[in-house]
């Protein structure tokens, strides 16, 4: 049987407020990978690895549709911005720097889409920052997505992954099914309409650009991910 392992106490950094000490079961609950799923119906709390960031979902109930705000804090200050409502699930994954986020928002069960901030502490102390932000990279993997597909195909099922951190970029994975214009949604026996597509996005997170799409084959050989 395996246990985990005891928690270790480590002291906030010199000038931090104690916000942002995680409690054991806090600490435990967070993966060592950085990577946390937050659902919109749950109370969290994430801490950042270096512990000077603390990401907090509130839930809302009740309202037509969900909408849980969640908030980035500054432990050294204090100071607090909504970056974004949340509607159903998304992962966090925290750079290795601390000062790097990246938040994958799991609008529905086949599609997602990126809230990336390269240089939180710039953003978080603009003079207003803009709530969700949605970042250019997003709209530039669609783009160059749908221009490697073909102009003659609808997309559907369009998902984003994050792979890994490289230096001051990531990769991310992204799926996505096309079919003929004008055909329609996938009909029963006739699977053969719709198409799967696995590329890699080289991300510059300082500039929130894309690189780069690259073909499924080269995202697995040379940075082990996977569209699965």
């Known amino acids: ?10 002291p906030p950094a010199p ?7 995680t409690s054991p079961t806090i600490a435990l609950a967070q993966k060592e990978s950085g990577k946390n799923h937050i659902n919109w119906s749950e109370r969290e709390t994430l801490i950042s690895p270096n512990r000077r960031w603390k990401l907090d979902v509130f839930p809302v109930f009740g309202g037509k549709d969900n909408h849980s705000p969640v908030q980035l804090t500054d432990c050294t200050d204090g100071k607090t911005h909504t970056i974004m409502y949340l509607e159903a699930d998304a992962d966090v994954h925290w750079g290795p720097d601390s000062n790097s986020l990246l938040i994958v928002d799991e609008q529905c069960s086949n599609c997602s889409d990126l809230l990336l901030w390269g240089d939180v502490e710039s953003r ?7 709530v969700h932000a949605k970042s250019q990279v997003a709209d530039e993997i669609l783009h160059a997505v749908e221009q490697r597909v073909g102009s003659d195909m609808d997309l559907f099922h369009y998902a984003v992954r994050f792979v890994s951190w490289q230096g001051s970029g990531l990769i991310a994975s992204v799926y996505v099914d096309s079919a003929k214009k004008n055909v329609g949604p996938p009909i029963a026996g006739h699977g053969d309409k719709v198409v ?4 890699g996005a080289v991300i510059d997170t300082k500039e929130n650009k894309l690189m780069e799409l690259i073909a499924g084959s080269k995202l ?5 991910g996977s569209c699965e």
């Open 1 to 10: 049987m395996l246990f985990p392992a005891p928690y270790v106490y480590v």
């Open 220 to 224: 697995r050989k040379e940075y082990g």
């Open 15 to 21: 000038g931090q407020s104690l916000a942002c000490s």
């Open 196 to 199: 799967g597509h696995c590329y």
């Open 124 to 130: 978080l102390h603009e003079e207003k920052p803009k």
